[in-house]
T-cell receptor
Framework: GAVVSQHPSRVICKSGTSVKIECRSL??????MFWYRQFPKQSLMLMAT?????????EQGVEKDKFLINHASLTLSTLTVTSAHPEDSSFYIC??????????????FGEGSRLTVL | GQNIDQPTEMTATEGAIVQINCTYQ??????LFWYQQHAGEAPTFLSY??LDGLEEKGRFSSFLSRSKGYSYLLLKELQMKDSASYLC??????????WGAGTKLIIKP
């Protein structure tokens, strides 16, 4: 199956700093990528939908100035957590869809990135 | 409104069969996914159903009835490594995925 690589897998940072997480589709072109956040023992929460070459669409309640998403190419999307605070500590997961928007393609997930803000 | 229901937790015995149900009410329908998630890891794809009926993949099978808003994931010949959370997710007509809360499956020897 297709591979989505997410980096870094774990990151610890100080409060007030910014952290960038990368999501790459290794063997397919992903027009659309999704960013999720998961709190312990809870289901995945969609944060935003990232479309190549355009602005990301954020879900209600997600601060777009705090969670910057850039989808500069068909194989790379980045999530930057700006001015991170301890409450931003969470498991962040990206996924990418293989195929065009009109295709209900299978979703493939990255390995996830565990962010800890001290 | 959007709603996906699945049991919170199920327990089964190694070697047995277990069926995890999922009912949904969403805005439009472009298919239903089942994902497996082990603790601390990202979900991995198990199945995708967009037409009614049963799809079989080895020990795992998934069933869909669109008219009933119902799906199930069937796991046969259970192994200890099948202990995980199983997530049901529906792809709406706007291509957003709506996730269930997941069913924690506990396998006992």
């Amino acid at each position: 199956g297709a591979v989505v690589s997410q980096h870094p897998s774990r990151v610890i940072c100080k409060s007030g700093t910014s952290v960038k997480i990368e999501c790459r589709s290794l063997d397919f072109q992903a027009t659309t990528m999704f960013w999720y956040r998961q709190f312990p023992k809870q289901s995945l929460m969609l944060m935003a939908t990232s479309n190549e070459g355009s602005k990301a669409t954020y879900e209600q309640g997600v601060e777009k100035d705090k969670f910057l998403i850039n989808h500069a190419s068909l194989t790379l999307s980045t999530l930057t957590v700006t001015s991170a605070h301890p409450e931003d500590s969470s498991f962040y997961i990206c996924s990418a869809r293989e195929g065009d928007r009109g295709d209900t393609g299978e979703l493939f997930f990255g390995e996830g990135s565990r962010l800890t803000v001290l | 409104g959007q709603n996906i229901d699945q049991p919170t937790e199920m327990t089964a015995t190694e070697g047995a069969i277990v069926q995890i149900n999922c009912t949904y009410q969403t805005s439009g329908f472009n298919g239903l996914f089942w994902y497996q998630q082990h603790a601390g890891e990202a979900p991995t794809f198990l199945s995708y159903n967009v037409l009614d009926g049963l799809e079989e993949k080895g020990r795992f099978s998934s069933f869909l009835s669109r008219s009933k808003g119902y799906s199930y994931l069937l796991l046969k010949e259970l192994q200890m490594k099948d202990s995980a959370s199983y997530l049901c997710a529906v792809l709406e007509s706007n291509y957003q995925l709506i996730w269930g809360a997941g069913t924690k499956l506990i396998i006992k020897p």
